[in-house]
């Protein structure tokens, strides 16, 4: 039995709640919001598919309700708007961010988090500096999203299902992530050799895949669907009792020479902890290119007030 406490019931927060209860993930879901009764509202109706779902229960409540939360899924915050970046929201939701951490720890000290809010590496960097938590119990959603992009992507242009697409987009979930093609592969082959047929340009894959949340933003207003999948499949890793690896957002120390600072790279995690980066057989140049990604996050956490 997992109880998981999601704090936010936007959009994003609320599509969580739902498919964290209708995938049978969390069988104890808590929601919690300053506006009690949206909050309420997405409990009831999400409550009321129970019949033709796994068996759960969901509530609105407060922070004392988090008491024995195993997962902590941190969602608040303003969200991102038309032709806004991620990194602009930096300051607003850093101060979100610190004054919510004192109500939840707490109550649910021993809980792993997960922070989804954005700038994600930001925030994730704010709650390691502020929370008193252990590092190996916090995660950025990271690059998750941003890596089932880039497989999505492969995956139709290759006609292949995405899941067999072995590829990650790592660094920076924002303008300076990039993936390391010297590692993607297709049935262990090089992307580019699957299919001489396909014409790969990679700088136009990159540059789809961290601009297809703005797109979306620009059509429909908001992204949550793919962002929610992500954040339950890392919720359901953290449950098991054997790794998975995933590229989500922990501390560097030292890795690649960089220092801290929170961002992607594959990672180990289960049990309801982070265990370790996979630290990837990167280029220098690909390296190079990560070095880049954690000094615009460094410039972004050296202008705002932790």
Same mark, same amino acid.
């Given at each position: 039995? @997992?109880? %998981?406490?999601?704090?936010?019931?936007?959009?994003?927060? =609320?599509?969580?709640?739902?498919?964290?209860?209708?995938?049978?993930?969390?069988?104890?879901?808590?929601?919690?919001?300053?506006?009690?009764?949206? $909050?309420?509202?997405?409990?009831?109706?999400?409550?009321?598919?129970?019949?033709? +779902?796994?068996? #759960?229960?969901?509530?609105?409540? +407060?922070?004392?309700?988090?008491?024995? /939360?195993?997962?902590?899924?941190?969602? *608040?915050?303003?969200?991102?708007?038309?032709?806004? *970046?991620?990194?602009?929201?930096?300051?607003? @939701?850093?101060?979100?961010? !610190? =004054?919510?951490?004192?109500?939840?720890?707490?109550?649910?000290?021993?809980?792993?988090?997960?922070?989804? +809010?954005?700038?994600?590496?930001?925030?994730?960097?704010? #709650?390691?500096?502020?929370?008193?938590?252990?590092?190996?119990?916090?995660?950025?959603?990271?690059? +998750?999203?941003?890596? =089932?992009?880039?497989?999505?992507?492969?995956?139709?242009?290759?006609?292949?299902?995405?899941?067999?697409?072995?590829?990650?987009?790592?660094?920076?979930?924002?303008?300076?992530? #990039?993936?390391?093609? *010297?590692?993607?592969?297709?049935?262990?082959?090089?992307?580019?050799? &699957?299919? !001489?047929?396909?014409?790969?340009?990679?700088?136009?894959?990159?540059? #789809?895949?961290?601009?297809?949340?703005?797109?979306?933003?620009?059509?429909?207003?908001?992204? &949550?669907? $793919?962002?929610?999948? *992500?954040?339950?499949?890392?919720?359901?890793?953290?449950?098991? =009792?054997?790794?998975?690896?995933?590229?989500?957002?922990?501390? &560097?120390?030292?890795?690649?020479?960089?220092?801290?600072?929170?961002? /992607?790279?594959?990672?180990?995690?289960? @049990?309801?902890?982070? @265990?370790?980066?996979?630290?990837?057989?990167?280029?220098?140049?690909? %390296?190079?290119?990560?070095?880049?990604?954690?000094?615009?996050?460094?410039?972004?956490?050296?202008?705002?007030?932790?």
């Amino acid at each position: 039995m @997992n109880k %998981i406490t999601v704090i936010g019931t936007g959009a994003v927060g =609320s599509t969580i709640a739902y498919t964290l209860a209708t995938q049978g993930i969390a069988t104890d879901i808590l929601l919690i919001d300053i506006a009690t009764e949206k $909050a309420e509202g997405e409990a009831l109706d999400i409550l009321q598919a129970a019949t033709y +779902s796994h068996p #759960f229960n969901i509530k609105a409540g +407060s922070y004392e309700d988090a008491v024995g /939360s195993d997962i902590v899924v941190l969602t *608040s915050g303003v969200a991102r708007k038309p032709g806004q *970046s991620r990194l602009d929201l930096a300051q607003i @939701n850093v101060n979100i961010t !610190k =004054s919510i951490i004192p109500q939840i720890t707490k109550y649910a000290p021993d809980a792993t988090y997960v922070i989804v +809010s954005n700038p994600v590496d930001v925030l994730t960097y704010t #709650f390691m500096k502020c929370s008193g938590i252990p590092e190996n119990k916090i995660i950025g959603s990271g690059t +998750s999203l941003d890596t =089932s992009r880039l497989c999505t992507t492969l995956g139709g242009m290759y006609n292949v299902n995405p899941a067999d697409v072995n590829a990650y987009t790592i660094g920076e979930h924002g303008d300076s992530s #990039f993936t390391p093609w *010297s590692l993607a592969n297709i049935a262990g082959m090089p992307v580019e050799d &699957f299919n !001489k047929d396909v014409t790969l340009n990679k700088d136009e894959v990159e540059t #789809f895949v961290r601009k297809s949340g703005g797109e979306v933003i620009r059509k429909k207003g908001a992204t &949550f669907y $793919a962002v929610c999948v *992500s954040v339950c499949h890392i919720c359901k890793a953290l449950a098991n =009792s054997t790794d998975t690896i995933l590229p989500v957002g922990t501390m &560097f120390h030292g890795e690649y020479g960089i220092d801290d600072v929170c961002m /992607s790279l594959p990672t180990r995690i289960g @049990n309801m902890t982070a @265990n370790g980066k996979v630290l990837l057989p990167l280029t220098d140049e690909e %390296i190079e290119k990560l070095k880049n990604s954690a000094n615009a996050l460094k410039e972004v956490i050296n202008g705002v007030e932790i």
